[in-house]
């Protein structure tokens, strides 16, 4: 019992001080993501704070940590554009309605992810193939990489002191850090790296990146205070914040009463919304997977479904920018020692006492150690493997990491995802398709055999008519199944052509050693082939067969 106790102290101080470390990461992600959505950075906080929360308590995968992402706040741009043009255009002009459609939107993304789980959609992350996998790792870091570099950047101010646009994209201007400001924020970035890679080495009794972002903070403050350092404080401003404090998410009573409730807003939100919700499960399935592996433990896909989409529902009720699972955080909480739901929770909590009562004291954190956690987490999510082993796996897998990882950064998770799983299964049924074998052998009564090898389904279909010859072939024909597996109703409908076509040459055919389920359904579909299929068989193959097919399907 006395054990159980220190595992479950020492436990418990890791995930706390692991939570403090995420909490202090999310802030200038939630901040910069709610930037790139065109929402005020308090927006994204408390989306970050809302979904970190839910899903801590509720979710399938402890240690993993959700808030505001990139990959969904793109998606959300041209629906709040879209909604301000609306608001625009009444005849009683509505400010930031957009907003409104984007809470509006998160109603119905939740409705759609917990739907998700409920029907227990989750388990078919499993189909994603490991090349995916690595190609969604890969693509994710350097996503990620390149997201810091935009720290190195400042915003061209005018005379006025003005933010100069650019008249071509409508974006604002930044360029290079230089001179002082850039040797200092990369040796502040330097440091923070060094000491996540030399602090594990001496003792991990303390999180090596709490630590980093505490001394590297200090060191900005206390000795380099007469110096232009990047800050939290700094950066939301510069991005056109007004600071990270703030008051308690209240409920949004302006969704329900600016959103005109009509069709046509229906059909405004419903592809956003779809879009959304996928975005948002693949990437938290894809990390919860990833987790799973880290921590060599096993989540809940459909639980995790059902905490994402109700988080984003309340994200729609309070104002919050709705969200999903976060790679790079959820690596941090891991490698910190957060392995249970109370880092999640910490780190949320902590997140929303940074904005009622700390604003001042995180405003002063600088960029610079929070960029070098980041790179660490690049280093630490990257594949590096994946060099090694190109070219000791076939080419299409080689093929499907490159491809993922490719349209990870070109475009988003989502598409990447999808991309590669279709790759990879029509590659998997292109090998398949050609496997499938007939061995031919004529009995002493003349009645000559086909012996199928090789599953039987719509990629193979084209190639089992080619084994055939009808026209030349005797009056019984047998063919034999046993080393063979009907995967689906192509090949159902190849065997059904296939027995039309003898018989309509006036020839007999008998089937022979279909499994139980594939005779139920021929049966069903045409009685004759209770006459064609023989099922008193007395090859041993064809039990041992039989019995493990239906302890797969149990």
């Not at 002009?93 to 759609?112: H, M, R, S």
């Not at 409920?251 to 879009?275: D, K, N, Q, R």
């Not at 082993?389 to 990491?401: M, S």
Request: hydrophobic share 50%; glycine share 10%.
């Amino acid at each position: 019992m006395l054990e159980l106790i220190k595992k479950q102290t020492a436990n418990a101080k890791d995930d706390i001080l692991s939570g403090l470390t995420v909490a202090l990461a999310l802030v200038p992600e939630a901040v910069a993501f709610a930037f790139v959505a065109g929402v005020d950075p308090l927006v994204g906080l408390y989306g970050a704070f809302i979904m970190g929360l839910i899903t801590s308590i509720f979710g399938g995968r402890p240690g993993m940590i959700s808030g505001a992402t990139g990959a969904m706040a793109v998606v959300m741009v041209a629906l709040i554009k879209g909604g301000n043009e609306i608001g625009m255009n009444m005849d009683t002009p509505v400010e930031d309605l957009g907003l409104q459609y984007l809470f509006l939107t998160l109603l119905l993304v939740g409705i759609i992810q917990i739907s998700a789980g409920l029907f227990k959609l989750g388990k078919f992350v499993r189909l994603i193939p490991h090349p995916v996998m690595m190609g969604f790792v890969n693509g994710l870091a350097i996503v990620i990489f390149l997201s810091q570099l935009g720290m190195f950047k400042t915003f061209e101010w005018d005379e006025l002191g003005q933010r100069v646009v650019d008249p071509e994209t409508g974006d604002y201007v930044k360029h290079w850090l230089t001179g002082t400001t850039m040797y200092i924020m990369a040796a502040l970035v330097g440091l923070t790296m060094l000491i996540m890679y030399v602090l594990p080495k001496i003792t991990t009794k303390i999180p090596a990146a709490l630590t980093a972002i505490i001394v590297v903070a200090g060191i900005a403050i206390f000795g380099l205070s007469d110096y232009d350092i990047a800050t939290v404080g700094s950066f939301i401003k510069d991005g056109g914040g007004e600071g990270l404090k703030g008051a308690f998410p209240s409920f949004s009573v302006e969704m329900l009463t600016a959103v005109p409730l009509t069709l046509e807003t229906f059909y405004l939100i419903l592809p956003f919304a779809l879009i959304l919700a996928a975005v948002g499960l693949i990437e938290s399935l894809m990390t919860l997977n990833l987790v799973d592996e880290l921590t060599e433990t096993h989540g809940n896909g459909n639980r995790e479904c059902i905490a994402q989409g109700s988080a984003n529902m309340l994200n729609g009720l309070f104002g919050g920018m709705g969200g999903c699972a976060m790679i790079g955080q959820s690596i941090i909480n891991v490698n910190s020692g957060g392995r249970g739901r109370l880092s999640g929770i910490v780190a949320a909590v902590t997140l929303l006492i940074f904005i009622l009562f700390a604003s001042e004291y995180i405003e002063q954190v600088p960029i610079a150690a929070l960029v070098g956690v980041m790179f660490m987490v690049v280093i630490g999510t990257f594949a590096w493997s994946s060099f090694r082993i190109l070219h000791k796996i076939p080419k299409a897998d080689a093929f499907v990491i490159i491809l993922v990882s490719t349209l990870t950064v070109i475009f988003d998770l989502a598409i990447a995802v999808i991309a590669g799983v279709i790759v990879s299964a029509l590659v998997f049924s292109w090998e398949n398709a050609v496997k499938i074998r007939a061995r031919k052998r004529v009995k002493e009564d003349g009645t000559k055999v086909y012996e199928i090898w090789g599953p039987l389904f719509f990629g193979s279909i084209q190639n089992f008519n080619q084994k055939f010859d009808v026209a030349n072939d005797p009056e019984n024909i047998e063919i034999d199944f046993i080393e063979s597996r009907v995967s689906d109703h192509s090949g159902m409908e190849a065997i059904t052509n296939i027995v039309a076509k003898y018989e309509k040459a006036g020839k007999s055919v008998k089937l022979k050693h279909l499994s139980p389920d594939c005779q139920a359904l021929l049966i069903k579909g045409n009685r004759h082939f209770a006459e064609l299929i023989e099922k008193d068989v007395d090859d041993p193959r064809y039990f041992v067969v039989t019995d493990q097919e239906e302890s797969f399907a149990l």
